[in-house]
């Protein structure tokens, strides 16, 4: 039975890869600093079924202060989610906190994972490493010229992963995520406020104009690639897109449509460093990994929504 650690556990994608690879038969150790990104109970929540495993072990801490060796020990593989995520909150201050935890904390950890002689690791990188250029689908070789702070420290920890795979035989591989959506989404993500907004009943703030274009993943899809990158993930970097686009508008229509409820939109400012369009090529995944998105947008959606309805009673219980 394999042994994976997996940073960034309680979090959204992380608690969901957590829950894949329990039911996998794997033994898990998660580690997760709750970080105030969102509430706590949130985060307990999205672990309240891996707790009932036998085979599911939380550290609470913060990668950089653990003993990593320790939690290191008979491990087989690293998923390496931790990390602050946003783009938007990342410019001015806020980089700081990017710097730490997504270029420090993946450096220590690599780190160990060469000292330990872990044979495979995994870090969850972002399309924000592309930048602006989204008019046409990007492959793994595009430019790398990211249009936000966010972006330039997903860049970094992706250099390190290449920089100890070089000059220390760690065998790292880096998975591009492309905005990722479903149950237990970030509450500050597009699909959350809106769907939040619909069952509450008031407008959404949409930046810009609403033309800007994501290359959605729904979150299963990314767990799978990322299960299939921890068994044979070779090294290198793989796009993982969802091959649906749509709009932000198109965003606030397919909830719309799953609510059945109006949903007013009020036009802001637009966001700096938010891209004008992603659109992942994701065919080095589907050769390499046997990577095929499933999950359509609006049954995404609604998987979503009836998420956030039985959420908004919990988090009142
Ligand atoms: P999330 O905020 O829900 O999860 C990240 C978790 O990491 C949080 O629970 C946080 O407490 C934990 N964490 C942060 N710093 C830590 C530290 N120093 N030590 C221990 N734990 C720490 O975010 P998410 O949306 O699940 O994203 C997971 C990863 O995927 C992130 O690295 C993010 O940059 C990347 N990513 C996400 C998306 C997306 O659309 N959600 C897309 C591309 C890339
Ligand atoms: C998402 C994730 O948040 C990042 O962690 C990730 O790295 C990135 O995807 C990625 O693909 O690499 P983003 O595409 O900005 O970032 O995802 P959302 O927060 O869902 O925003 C989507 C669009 O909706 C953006 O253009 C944003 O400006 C817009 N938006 C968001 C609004 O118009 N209103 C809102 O209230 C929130």
Not at 1 to 17: D, K, P
Not at 24 to 48: H, I, M, Q, W
Not at 106 to 119: C, D, I, K, M, Y
Not at 194 to 206: K, L, T
Request: aromatic share 8%; with cysteine; charged share 25%.
């Amino acid at each position: 039975m394999a042994r994976i650690l997996v940073t960034g556990a309680a979090g959204f994608i992380g608690s969901h890869l957590v829950d894949r690879l329990l039911a996998e038969g794997c033994e898990v150790v998660g580690v997760d600093a709750f970080t105030r990104y969102y509430p706590r109970e949130r985060k307990l929540r999205n672990l309240s079924s891996a707790a009932e495993s036998g085979r599911f072990r939380l550290v609470e801490g913060d990668l950089l202060e653990l003993d990593l060796g320790l939690l290191l020990r008979g491990v087989e593989a690293v998923a390496h989610l931790a990390g602050e995520p946003g783009v938007r909150s990342s410019w001015g201050a806020g980089f700081e906190v990017y710097l730490r935890r997504n270029v420090l904390c993946t450096e220590r950890l690599l780190e160990a994972v060469w000292r330990a002689g872990t044979p495979r690791f995994v870090l969850a990188s972002s399309s924000s490493v592309y930048g602006p250029d989204g008019g046409r689908p990007v492959a793994e070789d595009h430019p790398l010229r990211p249009a936000s702070p966010y972006g330039l420290s997903k860049l970094s920890a992706e250099e390190l992963v290449r920089l100890y795979a070089r000059e220390r035989g760690v065998r790292g591989t880096v998975l591009r995520y492309f905005t990722v959506y479903g149950p237990r989404q970030r509450p500050e993500m597009a699909l959350s406020r809106f769907i939040a907004a619909a069952h509450a009943g008031r407008p959404v703030e949409v930046f810009g104009d609403g033309g800007q274009v994501r290359d959605m993943t729904y979150v299963s899809d990314a767990v799978e690639a990322t299960v299939a990158a921890l068994e044979r993930g070779a090294g290198g970097a793989y796009n993982v897109g969802g091959g649906v686009r749509v709009s932000v508008r198109g965003m606030l229509e397919a909830v719309r449509e799953v609510t059945g409820r109006p949903v007013e939109a009020v036009y802001g400012e637009a966001a700096a460093g938010d891209v004008r369009s992603t659109w992942a090529d994701s065919r080095r995944a589907e050769r390499e990994l046997g990577y095929r998105p499933r999950v359509g947008l609006l049954e995404g959606v609604a998987a979503q929504a009836e998420w956030a309805a039985r959420e908004a009673l919990a988090a009142t219980a």
